[in-house]
């Protein structure tokens, strides 16, 4: 196989990695659908999502290990002689055991989306809990100042978030396309990631620091079915 056929193998493995984390973000709103419904035979099926979700979080980690150690063992390969490429495989299997072995339940819960899960079904819960002490009409009044009273606005595009990701160091809230981008153009520039939130003084915003926030965005959906009615 040629170098050329192993890097369009590894794009087409981080093309699966985004479809993983699409599936991860369907499992936690099952989960917090789940967790509303406010039954307690429900929570059998809350922890099978978090069983599956943990499955996925390992199924994302393989595949950055394997990228990484193909990355790292290619560009090896490519300073030396042509007869290298004959072990290349062994190479890869052997770093890429060494590293999946290494991977242990705790990396797994803390992997970012394995974290939003557990937030977000904690949420969910404390909501139901707070909801049961109320009667329906004041349910509905609360759920109206809350939603009037959250910004949904990304600090960086001005517009309505989509993707909303909660950053974990000052709590405040962006895009996930657009803090990403914005990490990355740093980066690129070797410099640090301002929080854009006017006044915050965290100097220092990493992609490890972001959560999604699966709570905020059923709120913004919410807002818009509520809005599409009217």
């Known amino acids: 196989m040629s170098l050329s056929a192993v890097h369009g193998t590894l794009t087409s493995l981080k093309s699966c990695q985004v479809d993983i984390g699409t599936g991860m973000d369907i499992v936690t709103d099952v989960a917090m659908d789940l967790a509303e419904a406010q039954d ?8 099978e999502m978090e069983t599956m979700i943990l499955e996925c979080a390992r199924l994302d980690r393989e595949i950055n290990y394997f ?31 060494e590293r999946t072995a290494r991977l242990s339940d705790a990396d797994l819960h803390r ?27 004041e349910l509905d009044e609360d759920i109206a100042v809350t939603l009037s009273q959250v ?11 989509v993707n909303p990701v ?26 640090k990631c301002r929080c854009p939130v006017v006044g915050c003084g965290n100097a220092d915003v990493r992609e490890s620091d972001l959560i999604p926030d699966q709570m905020l965005r059923r709120k913004i959906q919410s807002q818009k079915r509520n809005n599409n009615r009217t």
Not at 40 to 47: A, M
């Open 111 to 137: 992997h970012q989306k394995v974290v939003a899960f557990k937030d977000s079904i904690k949420n969910s819960l404390n909501q139901v809990s707070q909801e049961s002490a109320e009667n329906l009409e």
């Open 166 to 191: 909660k950053n974990k160091k000052c709590n405040h809230h962006y895009d996930e396309g657009a803090i990403l981008g914005l990490i990355k153009t740093r980066q690129s520039q070797k410099k």
């Open 151 to 161: 910004n949904f606005t990304c600090p960086l595009t001005q517009v309505e978030m």
């Open 40 to 47: 307690e035979e429900v929570n059998p099926g809350v922890k």
């Open 67 to 97: 990228v990484d150690v193909v990355q790292q063992v290619t560009a090896e390969v490519t300073t030396q002689q042509p007869e290298a490429m004959f072990s290349l495989s062994a190479k890869v299997k052997e770093q890429f055991t």
